[in-house]
């Protein structure tokens, strides 16, 4: 199995937007569902968004349904998650990785890209 490199974080003011990209290292990207987690302070991690191997399928957990958007481009290996109207709650370390990930406890996680929304 490949690894996933997280980037695009940093610090955005409430209401302002990021841009996430994942890379994938292995092969064949386009032959899994992938998604976007998170682990904010204090708290487990996470699943935020999810999308079929084609993209033709997402699912947003509720409390970013509306405001982020998943996406994947299978040339490049690369999944995005575009962030929108950010609020404080939405600080945490994001993740990606494959759907599923966190219910497998042989899961390996990267890095991860640090984002937090000031108020």
């Known amino acids: 199995q490949g690894q996933f490199e997280e980037s695009g974080g940093g610090l955005v003011q409430s209401g302002g937007s990021l841009r996430l990209s994942c890379v994938y290292s292995g092969s064949i990207f386009s032959l899994y569902a992938v998604g976007w987690y998170r682990q904010g302070p204090g708290k487990q991690r996470e699943s935020v968004a999810t999308?079929?191997?084609?993209?033709?399928?997402?699912t947003y957990a509720d409390s970013v349904k509306g405001r982020f958007t998943i996406s994947r481009d299978n040339a490049r290996s690369t999944l995005y998650l575009q962030m929108d109207n950010l609020k404080p709650e939405d600080t945490a370390v994001y993740y990606c990785?494959?759907?599923?990930?966190?219910?497998?406890?042989?899961?390996?996680w990267g890095q991860g890209t640090q984002v937090t929304v000031s108020s």
């Open positions: 999308i079929t191997s084609r993209g033709a399928s997402t």
């Open positions: 990785n494959m759907r599923g990930a966190l219910s497998n406890p042989t899961t390996s």
